[in-house]
């Protein structure tokens, strides 16, 4: 009876020790910048070693209070968890802590969203709470219109809009929410990729395959494949991955040739329109002329692209404003690419979006500092 007893304590011991396992999230913002929406990630086997119990189905985030928040577990495509992200605000010189548990988790909407768009033609559409963008398909190109550059759709509301605006085949108008406005053509559109060689742009076609890697609510991730085409260099085969975060308004975007190669990032322009160029700090930006569609004043789209480093040079060049680079040795480079639009509000003219994009590359140059215990 006695050893019935002390095996009950010790069962209950053990139980009772692994119901506190947590894991602590503390964040430090050394910068004198605001940070909001700043996306954390946490490695899953930091989490594993320390909660042994943790599913991507039953590990939660809470915040000082106690109160839960917003999670995802990041697959990347494939079968085991890789991280753990969540968002934070802090302030500037500030400090915030959180935990990771195991525990029942809270239904939260989603703020991020994509998908493939059969009914419009092999569209791939995606979005956040801020701006959505599209690519186009092979049924597009199949009818002869041909452009793998990045489209824009702008927004005015919170709302995810995407599978809406398709229902209702009215976009090219704002109803209240937003438009699609802009226009793409054979072009690198809003800061699409190419291979650039010798004053010319090799341009691919719309893409052949996609697949979804991380489907929200705060991240979004997809890749994109094209068929193999030509460049300074003979044949290449491409792949774009393009991930997207909640109330973030720039994608990560990650281009695969088969093949190392110098390239450049583009924005296509416009007659009338504000351009910036800051090679030394990787930054090209474009402030559209007012969009007039429909005899009806729809506002300035604002355009941006960063890099980690800086560009060989800037120039215009076949009617876009490129950043010239080059990929590593695998044939890689990541960028950012954002939007804006200056009826949603926020950013209204070309000096507050020029500030905006250097604030974004000084956040990428001065991350969070994250320590998990």
């Not at 910048?33 to 985030?61: F, G, H, L, S």
């Not at 070309?350 to 001065?366: A, F």
Request: aromatic share 10%.
């Amino acid at each position: 009876m006695k050893k019935t007893i002390c095996m009950i304590l010790a069962a209950f011991a053990i139980s009772c020790e692994s119901s506190t396992d947590k894991v602590k999230v503390s964040i430090n913002n050394d910068t004198d910048m605001m940070r909001e929406a700043a996306t954390i990630e946490v490695d899953w086997q930091k989490i594993a070693q320390k909660i042994p119990n943790a599913t991507p189905e039953n590990v939660i985030v809470k915040n000082q209070k106690g109160e839960q928040v917003p999670s995802q577990v990041i697959f990347n495509g494939g079968e085991k968890p890789l991280m753990l992200i969540f968002q934070t605000n802090i302030a500037p010189s500030g400090s915030i802590a959180y935990t990771i548990e195991s525990g029942e988790k809270e239904q939260f909407q989603p703020k991020v969203f994509g998908r493939f768009v059969p009914e419009r033609k092999d569209d791939f559409a995606w979005e956040n709470d801020i701006m959505a963008f599209r690519m186009y398909g092979p049924a597009l190109e199949a009818t002869g219109e041909i452009s793998n550059g990045i489209d824009i759709w702008v927004k005015k509301t919170k709302n995810l809009i995407i599978d809406k605006w398709y229902k209702e085949d009215d976009y090219h108008r704002d109803h209240g929410e937003g438009m699609d406005c802009y226009k793409v053509g054979r072009t690198l559109g809003a800061g699409a990729m190419a291979p650039y060689k010798n004053d010319s742009i090799y341009l691919g076609n719309n893409y052949i395959s996609y697949k979804i890697l991380d489907q929200g609510p705060i991240r979004f991730t997809f890749e994109l494949t094209y068929a193999p085409y030509e460049t300074y260099d003979g044949s290449v085969t491409e792949k774009r991955i393009i991930s997207l975060d909640a109330s973030n308004r720039f994608n990560k975007i990650t281009e695969q040739y088969s093949k190392p190669l110098d390239v450049a990032a583009g924005i296509v322009l416009r007659d009338g329109g504000y351009k910036i160029e800051d090679a030394a700090n990787g930054i090209i930006g474009y402030w559209e002329p007012q969009n007039n569609d429909s005899g009806t004043n729809n506002g300035h789209t604002a355009i941006g692209v960063i890099f980690m480093e800086a560009f060989k040079e800037t120039m215009d060049n076949k009617g876009h404003l490129l950043g010239i680079t080059n990929t590593d040795k695998a044939g890689e480079a990541s960028y950012y690419m954002g939007a804006a639009w200056s009826n949603a509000g926020d950013i209204t003219n070309e000096k507050e979006w020029v500030k905006t994009l250097n604030e974004k590359k000084n956040e990428l140059l001065h991350p969070l500092q994250v320590t998990v215990e």
